[in-house]
């Protein structure tokens, strides 16, 4: 490789780090006290930092470090070159089986996160920075958007003082009122819709993901109602993670019509059918359209959930697929009368601005991007994170990603990930607190045992 006289890269640092989380539920049980994530951080011989960030965990942690020597030395005007390399030399993980997270085995998850996107970003926010240009500009067809819509992400919490050893934040105390609220109790339709008042309040979000597979199907319909009642012109959606089977899914969904704008992932796989061939005989059966992060999450994955006519909706989340790759599919999707949007995972400000330039060059009409930020609002890595004002996050106008890391905080956030005994997310350890003995099972919400 010839350097063409674009920067070189002269030091590539993966730092891990770990941030506070609320005991939130899911299907596969409660978030722990803490999560992890990895930074990049890129120097180049322009005097430039590019960052990056992507989940958490041991596993991801080394197969970036193994890049480094890929990475440093190159000129950033090769970026896609590197990003070839790294493909081209990447194994396969023995224990990686290939079933990708369509049963939502969180184990998995870290195959399909694909930690060179994080590089991938900083890359791009080098060559933004040269280029005098933001990060959105040199994706698919540059900016569509100044700012990008994004739903408030709801989900119930259970009583954090049933695990009083694993030192949850305690937020009581604070002034402002959503950071009260996020670490307490809520599992009643009744505090659901207090959850979306209080985030309208704070963020302005008009449109409201529930996170379901929690509790009973019928309960969960109860706080969907609650808020479609809150909210009549809201887009409410819910996200059980295939945990209905597909009989429960349509008797649950087909009442739904109209109250439902959207549903994600009912059902997954059953009786040998897989989630793709599942889901598309949902879509068969009830008139909503159907979004997904679970049955394609790469482009083989897609292909037949397209062949199937199993989703209207990829959330196409660029840890999984690239920033390059999430745009290529929203264009792809646009061009087939189908819609983007982006999944998350828990994450500091870095991904948050990220997701605001994908999202900035996606084209059409996507849908409300999911953001788990609003649980870890406040603990930044950046010293100006993007915010999200009126429902729509703002999409920084600087060069690259427009962004300035806050190197304190994020030697502070090191220093937590090094107190903790694991880096590898566990919801049953946390679960087993509320309920002794809890196993996952991807076919029971969490809180039904
Ligand atoms: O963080 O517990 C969580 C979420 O439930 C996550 O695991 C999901 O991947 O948010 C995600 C989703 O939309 O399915
Ligand atoms: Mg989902």
Known sequence: MTE????????????????????????????GPFFTRNLVILKDSAGHTGIGEIHGGDYTCEALTSCIPLVVGKPIGMYRKILDSIHKASRRAKEDDGEGIQSLDISKLKFVVKAEWAIECALLDLLGQYLDLPMCELLGDGKQRDRVETLGYLFYVSDKGKAEQLEYLDERESSDPWYRMRRQEMLTPERIVEQAQVLHEKYGFRNFKLKGGVLAGAEEMEAVKALKQAFPKGRINIDPNGAWSLEEAISLCRPMEGVLTYVEDPCGPEAGYSSREVMAEFKNAVKLPVATNMIATDWRQFYHAAALKSVDIVLADPHFWGFGGSVRMAQTLNDWGLTWGSHSNNHFDITLTAFAHVAAAAPGAPTALDTHWIWQDGQNLLKDTPQIVDGYLQVPEKPGLGVTIDMERVLEANRLYKKLSTHDRDDAMAM????????FDSKKPCLVR
């Open 432 to 439: 087993q607190y509320l309920i002794p003995g809890w196993k």
């Open 4 to 31: 063409k006289g674009t920067p070189v890269v002269t030091e590539m640092q993966v730092i891990p780090v770990a941030g506070r989380d609320s005991m939130l539920m899911t299907l596969s049980g409660a978030h």
